[in-house]
């Protein structure tokens, strides 16, 4: 992949710097975008208009192999160890970071917010001039994918179906047991059954994931309650699925609910009023749109149904109680936000539209898509369907 940092370019010469440094490890999503690398370890990526990494010994082959870079180099090639025999480990590694930064013409740096603060001090007092990026440039231009990033989110999310299709058919073939729980090959199916069962569908498929969510019943209140214990017979269950490919390292997004035997006149209400909410939001989206319109337009269902949302109330601790959406890439939330933030929507920018509703007594309600805004409106990445009752 060859990204397009024509805007990292121009926020270079609009702030008189001369090099953009990041000193992170591969998680680090935008280390990993402008590098084209990954490492356990941290590692430095300067930017001038070139890319130039600092890697240790260790790294150096795969890097030299791999990285998408004019320049790879190592710490011994600036005399890293006698630097630090002689300085110590601190001011020795400072006075490594500045030689690199020279030899590059770097004088002057942005650095991202999240940049170590030892590292930046250090480097200001070898003379370097560090101006921290509190906008987040490097983000703002990977949420603009490429055709090839596309295709992976595109991957991501069909492996994301083949995920919650096993989690579907497990409460879809459950039986229900006297006291009401779901009951699976004679054992009761619990949240934690169907996870385990949903991270080794996406581990046949190269994808990963650190926590999904399996939540039912008044679990299901709470957005980000990941759900444990049996699942029950009557009540809302909600999963959420959002696994990362292992060799890409692209996300994808999806929730349904699903509800085993007779859901209550509530939750079928909610329901439908979520998928509205989620027409509605669609039916907003395009380029040039601000992520608050379409937020905006989900307000305006649940509101007009007499339900709280925290628009109209911020205070509220049921009814529409999150954003709509929010930006999906090297990370499973990145800008731009569907939200009551004013942030154009680009083509290229993929996004969630997840609209719901929660109360501890009645329980939750989720659907969620993902999407890429395009040139004419957008595309949907979702292919499953929506079905309460299963």
Not at 69 to 97: C, F, M, N, P
Not at 253 to 276: C, H, I, N
Not at 314 to 339: A, M, N, Q
Request: aromatic content about 6%; some cysteine.
């Amino acid at each position: 992949m060859d990204p397009d940092l024509s805007r990292l370019d121009d926020y270079l010469d609009e702030n008189d710097l001369d090099g953009y440094l990041i000193e992170a490890d591969g998680d680090d999503s935008d280390q990993r975008y402008l590098s084209g690398f990954t490492a356990p370890d941290p590692f430095g990526t300067l930017y001038t208009g070139e890319t130039h990494l600092l890697v240790s010994s260790l790294e150096y082959g795969r890097a030299k192999r791999e990285a998408r870079a004019d320049t790879v180099e190592r710490s011994a090639d600036y005399d890293g160890q006698q630097k630090i025999e002689e300085y110590g480990e601190h001011e020795g590694s400072h006075r490594l970071l500045a030689e690199f930064l020279r030899t590059h013409d770097a004088e002057s740096v942005a650095v991202p917010n999240e940049f170590p603060a030892g590292t930046a001090d250090g480097a200001r007092e070898q003379g370097i001039e560090v101006t921290v990026d509190h906008d987040g440039v490097v983000e703002h231009i990977r949420a603009t994918k490429l055709p090839e990033e596309l295709d992976h989110v595109r991957d991501a999310q069909k492996a994301n179906e083949r995920a919650m299709a096993t989690a579907e058919r497990l409460v879809r073939e459950a039986d229900v047991n006297g006291d009401g729980e779901l009951v699976h090959d004679g054992d009761v199916l619990t949240s934690e059954r169907v996870k385990t069962e949903i991270e080794i569908s996406l581990l046949r498929d190269g994808y990963a994931l650190d926590t999904t969510i399996v939540a039912c019943g008044a679990d299901a209140a709470d957005p980000h309650d990941r759900g444990s214990g049996p699942l029950r017979a009557d009540e809302s269950i909600i999963v959420d699925i959002f696994p990362r490919s292992k060799e890409t390292g692209y996300f994808a997004d999806m929730t349904r609910t699903f509800v085993k035997g007779a859901p209550s006149d509530t939750v079928q209400e909610w329901y439908d009023l979520t998928l509205e909410a989620k027409e509605a939001a669609l039916d907003a989206l395009g380029p040039g749109v601000s992520g608050s319109e379409v937020h905006g337009a989900v307000c305006d269902v649940y509101e007009d149904a007499g339900l709280p949302t925290l628009r109209s109330d911020p205070e509220t601790e049921t009814g529409f109680i999150h954003t709509t959406g929010h930006g999906v890439g090297l990370d499973i939330h990145e800008y731009p936000r569907v939200s009551t933030a004013d942030n154009e929507l680009e083509p290229g920018h993929v996004v969630t539209i997840e609209p719901g509703l929660y109360d501890p007594e009645v329980g939750g309600v989720r659907i969620e898509d993902i999407v890429v805004v395009t040139e004419d409106g957008y595309e949907n990445f979702t292919d499953y369907e929506t079905s309460l009752v299963v």
